[in-house]
């Protein structure tokens, strides 16, 4: 009879650390520029009447052997049923005979390859030097992001950017436990122009920032707004920044930061610097002087799910991790 695996965030854990899920991103973000990944741009399927919506990814990367789709749910207001805002599962099959091979927690693999994205970002585009950080939004997506970040730069110090005193100050002292370096509640909003890197992680119609407040140099991460009505960056920086985008088909039709300038007139098409992967291949420069504001915009993409996904499978394969069970 034919068997699956089943994999936990615990196993996924196990099996896919940053530093090499950063790898796999690079590798994914190379693939998908230089066209060889197959994922087309997701379907949303909205839930109106609950707030939410529900996602279908697709991906098949020819080097991995594999073939994914994850199905994810991101409802907002599950925050005050103390539920995660984002859910999901990732299904694996046999490129070759279309076997399923694994079933795997979607909510943490998002958040792991997330962080994975903006970490290979801050490496290529970060200055070298930077040395404080700054999260916006204390959940999930910010633990992994402040994760990927410190595993490319020497971080000595992080401003917590938080909607509720309490949520925030318990990020600060886990993340300080965890990454050994000082993690604090930001209390003033000027507190931002001491950071050289900025994440945000947050579900916001609205900027979170003041673009005042963004210091020369600095490098952002903007990944948590996936709509076109979503929105955390103010237009001022993105107009300000070098602008690159994880796939610059899904930042059009996805990406409020981008879409809302765009359609005010405010920026062109062509304000798009570059993909990553067009980074990571060589084929465009980066970040070319100190001064300048970069901006990695991301609003996901089912090469990365298939790329943490497929190594994920081997990695439980070999060690043992995870449940069979008969299909």
Known sequence: MPRIRLLSREDIRQALDMPTAIARMKEAYAALSGGRATAPVR?????????????I??????????????????????????????????????????????????????ALRTGAGAGLATDLLAKKDAEVAAIFGP????????????????????????????????????????????????????????????????????????????????????????????AEIPVETIQAAKVVVDQRAACLSEAGDIIQPLNRKLIDENHIHSEIGEIVSGDVAG????????????VGNAAQDLAAAAHIVKEAERRGLGVEVEV
Request: glycine content about 8%.
């Open 43 to 55: 379907q949303s399927l909205p839930i109106p009447e609950h707030k939410g919506q529900v996602l």
């Open 57 to 110: 990814m697709p991906a098949w990367l020819p080097y991995t052997g594999a073939v994914s789709v994850k199905i994810v749910s991101a409802y907002p207001e599950n925050r005050g049923q103390q539920l995660p805002f984002i859910q999901g599962l990732v299904v694996v099959l046999d490129a070759a005979d279309g076997r399923p091979l694994a079933i795997m927690n979607g909510e943490y693999l998002t």
């Open 139 to 230: 959940g999930v997506q910010g633990r992994t992001q402040l994760e990927a970040v410190c595993a490319v730069r020497d971080i000595r110090r992080t401003y917590v950017f938080g909607r509720t005193p309490e949520k925030t100050g318990a990020f600060a002292r886990e993340m300080t436990t965890l990454l050994n370096h000082e993690v604090l509640p930001a209390t003033e909003p000027a507190q931002l122009r001491e950071a050289d890197i900025v994440c945000t992680a947050t579900s916001s119609h609205t900027p979170v920032f003041a673009h005042a407040d963004v210091a020369p140099g600095t490098h952002i991460n903007g990944v948590g707004s996936f709509r076109p009505d979503m």
């Open 287 to 298: 970040r070319t002087s100190p001064d300048e504001i970069t901006l990695f915009k991301s």
